[in-house]
């Protein structure tokens, strides 16, 4: 099974562009990897996903290299809003066969 | 918008009780999973379901056992409620594959 590492906390201040990377050497060909974000009291919700490569959406990038071994969460300009804790996901969900390993989160806090 | 409720948002029992926390989805969801959550633990996968009536163990199933009876609902079930099962627990449902997982708000449990 995969197992994954991300920072335990991370500091920004406003306008900045924040990078969070997740460890996962032991990925497997099926896995994809997703990262969720999650503020207090409230669960998780889908930021981005992506198999290998770059992957892009309205609120952030995702970066993969070619080993796959690592995946880069990206988050352009962040506000106060983006202070929150953020998940790699790692895994695939193939009927009785399905794992999933999230990392422990990043906490990300951002100043003003 | 997809919606996954959860029975409660706070519970608190004693230790040796029943403890059911039920989950609800509202989109026709293949995939429906419990999580607990503990600070510095991330979220680690107790049990998962791809079907109704199917069931997977998870990381930590231990002292926990799920039923499924009905596609949009997913139990999740304390035999016998112990201190260290004090916790945040969250369900989730997904489509299947490798689709996002959409989240409950989170069920916080106090076991004295």
């Known amino acids: 099974l995969a197992k994954t590492t991300q920072p335990i906390s991370m500091d920004s201040y406003e306008g900045q562009e924040v990078n969070i990377t997740c460890s996962h050497n032991?990925?497997?060909?099926?896995?994809?990897i997703t990262w969720y974000q999650q503020f207090p009291s409230q669960g998780p919700r889908f930021i981005i996903q992506g198999y290998k490569t770059k992957v892009t959406n309205e609120v952030a990038s995702l970066f993969i290299p070619a080993d796959r071994k690592s995946s880069t969460l990206s988050l352009p300009r962040v506000s106060l809003s983006d202070t929150a804790v953020y998940y790699c996901?790692?895994?695939?969900?193939?009927?009785?066969?399905?794992?999933?390993?999230f990392g422990k989160g990043t906490k990300l806090s951002v100043k003003p | 918008d997809v919606k996954v409720t959860q029975s409660s948002r706070y519970l608190v029992k004693r230790t040796g009780e029943k403890v059911f926390l039920e989950c609800v989805q509202d989109?026709?969801?293949?995939?429906m999973f419990w999580y607990r959550q503990d600070p510095g633990l991330g979220l680690r996968l107790i049990y998962f379901?791809?079907?109704?009536?199917?069931?997977e163990k998870g990381d930590i199933p231990e002292g926990y056992s799920v039923s499924r009876e009905k596609k949009e609902r997913f139990s999740l079930i304390l035999e016998s409620a112990s201190t260290n099962q004090t916790s945040m627990y969250l369900c989730a449902s997904s489509f299947g594959g490798v689709e996002t997982q959409y989240f409950g708000p989170g069920t916080r449990l106090l076991v004295l």
């Open positions: 989109m026709d969801h293949e995939n």
């Open positions: 996901l790692v895994g695939d969900m193939r009927g009785s066969q399905g794992n999933l390993i």
């Open positions: 379901s791809y079907d109704v009536k199917m069931k």
């Open positions: 032991n990925i497997a060909t099926n896995d994809y």
